[in-house]
């Protein structure tokens, strides 16, 4: 018996109950569930590399009487779900109008079907996705016109960002190299389905690229919890940390380790419950102005301990639990009881920068190629005091305004330019 899965797999069953199917081995379950919502499915997918996950969801609708609208597979979207691949998605569904939408992959496929089952569905609105950018804005368009979303089945192929399970649409804008959110519990889909025996076919830089975005749920929707969810955070945080820092060298050091194939998928599931508790915060707003030069998880995995620091006086009894974690797993020597303040901060910031060397992810911004300090920093800058993004600023455990980016946030930023914690100021 394995105490840490038990203890995962009732977390994510007390969430979720019959709409979350989950485990090893049970893609021929998917088929029954589709058939439940018609006899059509607009069935979103790769069929290159993903050739064989795609003939397994084909074969179990077909055992259940679904068939395929328009009579083939759409592709799915590109990285980081490009806005012209959620119109795209949006003419499938207007022309084809299947019965339900089977978005199967990872994160960006997932959402850009989110999006383009809301802009379908909004026939008597204009067609921008624009407009939903933001928190509720998507109820608030049904409400008023009476609209409905078809039956959305997200299929998780990879252990990434939980897309499958929450209430978040992530979309960018090519051209300018910005990612926007569409937050709303109206885009949660109506079933949730992970094979975790599919990740075994994803190339593990994707695989590690979820455990750190993993990582970045649990800490931030932890760090920034009220006091009435502190116990529950504290527990997801926990179990999904200890996931990831025991298991991930195992996957590094064998992909086919399926064992530890579950357990960074639970993780990721877990982190999808985190944000579902709560938000995520800075990190993930410096993310999305740097879908160019990299992955996601990897950008949340850089900013976290440098946004840390800065949270570090106010979160204290969360700094002790989680970094609990990882000196259990030897990426801190400190005691940790013994210090309180920035001190703490630094220490437990230290040890995340171990780990993610550890397992071969950059740790500071420098380290990516293609990263343009003055442009990246200024797009970061710009997008905090996107009105759009707000809620990001209003989720840290230290809340900004848009007034005070430039003197808060700025520091952050240089710091993990250069990996430097001494940069970073605290507000007093």
């Known amino acids: 018996m394995n105490a840490l899965f038990d203890t995962a797999r009732s977390l994510m069953s007390s969430w979720k109950g019959d709409s979350y199917v989950f485990g090893r081995g049970i893609m021929d379950r998917l088929g029954p569930i589709a058939r439940s919502y018609g006899r059509t499915a607009l069935v979103v997918c790769n069929t290159t590399y993903m050739k064989a996950v795609a003939d397994s969801v084909v074969s179990s609708l077909a055992k259940a009487g679904v068939s395929l609208a328009g009579g083939a597979i759409a592709p799915d979207a590109g990285p980081n779900a490009p806005r012209e691949d959620v119109y795209r998605l949006q003419g499938y569904i ?9 978005a199967v992959g990872g994160g960006s496929t997932i959402d850009a079907c989110k999006a383009a089952n809301v802009l379908a569905s909004m026939t008597s609105r204009s067609p921008e996705i624009d407009q939903y950018f933001g ?19 997200a299929v998780q ?5 939980g897309a ?17 959110l569409i937050v709303d519990s109206a885009v949660v889909p109506a079933v949730s389905f992970f094979d975790y025996d599919v990740t075994a076919s994803m190339p593990i830089g994707v695989t590690i690229d979820g455990a ?18 502190f116990e529950l955070a504290a527990k997801i945080a926990e179990i999904d940390t200890e996931l990831v820092l025991k298991y991930a060298p195992r996957v590094i050091k064998d992909p086919r380790d399926m064992e530890a194939r579950e357990a960074i998928g639970m993780a990721t599931d ?23 030069v990299t992955s996601h998880g990897k950008a949340c995995g850089i900013m976290n301990p440098y946004y840390l620091v800065f949270f570090s006086p106010k979160i204290e009894r969360q700094l002790k639990i989680f970094g609990a974690v990882f000196k259990k797993y030897g990426f801190i020597k400190e005691d940790l009881q013994k210090l309180s303040g920035r001190d703490l901060g630094v220490a437990v910031a230290k040890g995340m920068v171990e780990f993610g060397k550890s397992i071969g992810a950059p740790t500071k911004l420098s380290d990516l190629q293609g990263f343009d300090q003055s442009k990246h920093l200024k797009r970061a800058l710009e997008a905090a005091k996107d009105p759009q993004l707000e809620m990001k600023l209003r989720n840290m455990p230290v809340p900004l305004t848009a007034a005070l980016v430039d ?6 930023l240089r710091a993990a330019v250069v990996g430097d914690f001494s940069i970073i100021k605290l507000m007093k």
Do not use: R, W
């Not at 109820?139 to 959305?152: D, F, H, R, Y």
């Not at 192929?157 to 960002?161: L, N, W």
């Not at 750190?212 to 969810?229: N, R, S, Y």
């Open 164 to 180: 499958h399970l929450t209430k978040y649409s992530n979309i960018t804008d090519p051209v300018i190299g910005q990612k926007k």
């Open 270 to 292: 877990l982190g999808g419950y985190a944000i579902m508790v709560g938000g995520t915060n800075g990190a993930h707003l410096t993310s999305f102005s740097l879908v160019d």
């Open 94 to 102: 207007l022309h084809f109008k299947p019965d339900c939408i089977v």
């Open 212 to 229: 750190l975005d993993a990582l970045a749920h649990a800490f931030e929707v932890f760090a920034g919890i009220p006091a009435g969810k």
């Open 407 to 412: 003197e808060y946030m700025s520091p952050i």
């Open 157 to 161: 192929t990879a252990a990434s960002s």
């Open 135 to 153: 928190t509720n804005l998507v109820s608030e368009a049904l409400v008023a016109t009476g609209a409905k979303l078809l039956p959305l089945i």
